[in-house]
């Protein structure tokens, strides 16, 4: 008899399951215990088992119920006697005895089995009963009621191949369910021990000691197979005890075999910036700060030399575009930076991005590029974070309104003239006019009064 059993809970996907006529040919419910209410129609399962579980609620428990499934071998079945015998054999040994159950008898396929679903709160105690070793104890009730019911022990087909095996082997085109029957095969046609191993590797498997010195199987694509979960039916005992040197033959090592099948990887090269040297970094900034008239134009520089400026603790801070921090103190000297505000009015309306933030971004950026996986929307298109000039406050184009009529969403209203470089001009035209901050972080020369810079707009 094979019995396996589980801890749950879904009292309501439990009740509609036992109640399947369409994959049952068969479906009664055989007895409800326990229950402050007597019947046996399909209204009362789906009663007492949401009772169950509303104990179950009541303690604290959302997963106390226990179901089994309890099924005979082929052409065998149970009577009503041997039913109630085997249903209390296993609470007594399992230790719900005295616990809330139903019982539910399916036949399908011509085949009898029973569904048992126990509360595993003890009502006497108000507890919940502790599960150990719940495998070991239904392997036992099982060996134990076939000997006494005369009930015959199913037949052992080998453990089934796992859901990543399976995927390993639509890649590769070795079915784990065919190597088994073919290394079963050889396994029962060899009689030696160096005649299995040879017949292995004719087969295209070679035999080698894995992690633990445990025996597996290498295909010829390098991948590895436990060698007992590809012989149907039999034990590492039985192995050792029909070939006894087995475990100590010579055979060749794991690693040199799979570094020859298995392909190699190609290793990915993560974008490899060059190398800046930090006085190239004091030259172009103290450059910007020399030939620079507004904070506009001392950032818009930087910018274009591909650094980012972010808000420091302490004051703003340059990162380059391997992620270098560079203190504005350290490049242009303490003094300069406190005066720092007298040569550039705007400053105080330059508001940069955190740090953090633009170090996030670098990084993103970077793991894109060197993956090539699709662009986060938060990302940036380039691993440069610009300083761009955004429309002012509605506080500071009041006066432009007022003297030109237009309405806030326009305050300025910026038309290319003779005195633009044609390169302006025509960016004016292509996209300018719809991002006029992106434009004018480009021509800052070319900006219009009104116009403050920030970090940029938010993507």
């Known amino acids: 008899m ?5 801890r749950r809970g879904g009292a309501k996907d439990l009740a509609n399951h036992l109640k399947k006529t ?5 479906v009664a419910i055989r007895d409800i215990e326990g229950f402050t209410f007597s019947g046996l129609t399909g209204d009362n399962l789906q009663k007492a088992i949401k009772q169950m579980e509303a104990v179950g609620y009541g303690k604290g428990d959302k997963r106390n119920l226990y179901h089994a499934i309890f099924a005979p071998a082929y052409g065998e079945g149970l009577t009503a006697v041997e039913r109630d015998f085997m249903v209390n054999y296993y609470a007594e040994h399992m230790g719900f005895k005295g616990h809330q ?5 399916h036949w399908k396929k011509g085949k009898q089995h029973f569904h048992l679903v126990f509360n595993i709160i003890d009502p006497i105690t108000g507890k919940t009963h502790e599960l150990k070793w719940t495998k070991q104890k239904e392997w ?3 060996r134990g009621l076939e000997e006494i019911l005369g009930l015959s022990t199913p037949k052992i087909k080998g453990k089934a191949a796992r859901t990543w095996e399976m995927q390993r082997g639509k890649r590769t085109g070795i079915d784990p369910r065919k190597m088994r029957k073919e290394v079963t095969a050889i396994y029962h046609a060899s009689k030696t021990t160096q005649e299995f191993i040879a017949a292995l590797e004719k087969a295209g498997y070679t035999l080698t000691f894995g992690k633990r010195n445990q025996l597996v199987l290498i295909d010829k694509f390098g991948d590895t197979h436990g060698l007992m979960r590809r012989i149907e039916g039999k034990k590492l005992a039985d192995l050792r005890q029909k070939f006894p040197g087995i475990g100590k033959a010579q055979l060749p090592s794991h690693d040199h075999i799979v570094k020859n099948r298995k392909p190699q990887k190609t290793e990915k090269v993560d974008n490899v910036y060059e190398a800046i040297d930090p006085s190239r970094v004091r030259e172009d900034i103290q450059e910007a700060y020399r030939t620079s008239k507004t904070g506009v134009e001392f950032f818009a520089k930087l910018n274009r030399k591909e650094y980012s400026i972010g808000r420091g603790l302490k004051g703003f801070v340059f990162i380059d575009k391997n992620g270098t921090r560079h203190d504005l103190r350290d490049l242009l000297g303490k003094e300069t930076v406190k005066n720092l505000g007298k040569k550039f009015s705007d400053l105080e309306s330059i508001h940069p991005r955190p740090i953090s933030e633009i170090l996030r971004r670098l990084k993103a950026t970077r793991s894109r590029n060197r993956t090539n ?3 986060h929307r938060y990302l ?16 500071q184009f009041r006066n432009t ?3 030109t009529g237009r309405t806030e969403s326009n305050p300025v209203p910026v038309q290319p003239n003779k005195g633009w470089p044609e390169a302006a001009v025509i960016d004016w035209k292509a996209w300018g006019h719809k991002a006029p901050a992106r434009f004018f972080a480009k021509w800052p020369e070319l900006a219009p009064p009104g116009f403050s810079p920030m970090s940029g707009p938010r993507l």
Request: aromatic letters at 10%; charged letters at 25%; hydrophobic letters at 40%.
């Open 22 to 26: 369409d994959e049952n040919e068969f």
């Open 101 to 105: 159950y139903v019982v539910v008898e």
């Open 373 to 375: 996986y699709r662009r």
């Open 2 to 6: 094979w019995i396996q059993g589980r």
């Open 140 to 142: 036992k009730i099982s």
């Open 380 to 395: 940036s298109s380039s691993a440069i974070i610009p300083i761009l000039p955004v429309l002012p406050l509605k506080s």
């Open 401 to 403: 309104v007022q003297e």
